[in-house]
């Protein structure tokens, strides 16, 4: 059998030994209550990331576990596109696995939910050049990964290439020449 309570009684404050509960936070200067409205994401990375310095940017609707396409390596072994694809599995995040060439990859990755746009915010955020752009193919366009940001906006790539037969290189591009490009967070 159950006591039944008053509705007066109900309605008065629990007395708990560090105060009183009385619909405010108990400690409430400690609590970061910012942290209490967390946004879910199955990647662990992503989630650090959107509950993060992203959680400001994130793009009105954008939700972390879209589709991400990926359903296992089917690029060519060596080509800009496997890199990127490599690399990203190698730094725990999400990559499709049939973008296309490189000039198609930010359209590819929008159509299935990515965060994509013309500012480099991560290392492995994936970096879509245009063709022609930057030295890429004119007929595939390229793909590379960035592996750091520097304090004056300067990225730091890895991409590879038919010709380097699996062995990454490394380019650096000012942040006006970055402001060009288009970039695939997650």
């Not at 009385?22 to 946004?39: M, N």
């Not at 972390?64 to 060519?76: F, R, V, W």
Request: proline share 5%; hydrophobic share 35%; glycine share 10%.
């Amino acid at each position: 059998m159950t006591a039944e309570v008053s509705r007066s009684r109900a309605r008065e404050p629990l007395s708990v030994s560090s105060g009183t509960v009385d619909g405010t936070w108990l400690g409430s200067d400690k609590v970061d209550t910012a942290r209490l409205t967390a946004i879910p994401a199955s990647n662990a990375t992503v989630k650090t990331w959107v509950n993060g310095p992203d959680k400001n940017l994130i793009p009105f609707g954008f939700q972390p576990d879209h589709a991400t396409g990926d359903t296992g390596l089917a690029y060519s072994f060596s080509q800009c596109t496997w890199w990127a694809y490599t690399r990203r599995h190698q730094l725990g995040l999400p990559v499709g696995s049939h973008f296309g060439n490189g000039a198609q990859w930010a359209d590819s990755a929008r159509r299935l939910g990515y965060w994509v746009d013309s500012t480099p915010r991560h290392e492995g955020d994936v970096i879509v050049f245009q063709r022609g752009q930057y030295g890429s193919s004119p007929v595939y366009g390229h793909v590379g990964i960035v592996e750091h940001i520097n304090a004056d906006g300067s990225i730091v790539t890895s991409e590879c290439g038919a010709a380097l037969n699996g062995h990454p290189v490394s380019r650096t591009f000012t942040a006006a020449q970055a402001a060009t490009l288009q970039f695939i967070h997650y």
